[in-house]
């Protein structure tokens, strides 16, 4: 009878002891999941102010060397990056801002999905896109990879 307790004992504390490892596991994966929607939309929004600041060099620190740009606003569409970017670019006539969006991790990798505002400098127009951006993790560092704008629907 004695031994039937201490059985019935332990396997109560072992279900006790998944039930706490299970709950620790899914919080710090809730957790990580909600850094990781921070840091990617910060990162996103550190590369459109190096974009619109012109900073090249900030921007290269930020990307893979085969980056792909697809938007809608330009001729071809599709954006190949053919080197480094320092030196290169001039400010833009726009403040350009990572609005409503969410961050879906799969691995090494990121994916922002959501809207896009531009907006000129002096205030007179703005903009509201769709966008998708994706960023890898390469030697602990997140870099972004590819980037694709949509017209947004009117409102």
């Known amino acids: 009878m004695r031994t039937k307790r201490v059985v019935i004992l332990l ?3 072992t279900v006790i002891a998944l039930s706490v ?7 710090q994966a809730q957790s990580n999941g909600s850094n990781v929607q921070v840091e990617i939309q910060r990162l996103t929004q550190d590369w459109y102010t190096a974009f619109s ?3 090249g060099a900030a921007m290269d620190q930020m990307e893979v060397p085969n980056l792909v740009l697809i938007n ?3 001729t071809s569409g599709v954006w190949h990056k053919d080197g480094p970017r320092a030196g290169k670019l001039k400010p833009m006539p726009a403040v350009y801002t990572v609005g409503q969006s969410e ?6 990798t990121a994916i922002l999905t959501g809207a896009f505002t531009s907006t000129s400098r002096n205030g007179e ?3 509201e896109l769709n966008e998708t951006v994706v960023w890898i993790r390469m030697n602990n560092k997140w870099l972004i990879s590819s980037a694709q704008w949509t017209e947004a629907p009117p409102k």
Not at 21 to 27: A, D, E, I, L, Y
Not at 103 to 108: A, P, S, T, Y
């Open 21 to 27: 490892t299970v709950s620790f596991s899914f919080g």
């Open 103 to 108: 961050v879906r991790q799969f691995g090494d």
């Open 11 to 13: 396997a109560f504390l």
């Open 53 to 55: 600041n012109g900073d």
């Open 72 to 74: 809608p606003g330009w």
């Open 125 to 127: 127009r703005s903009d």
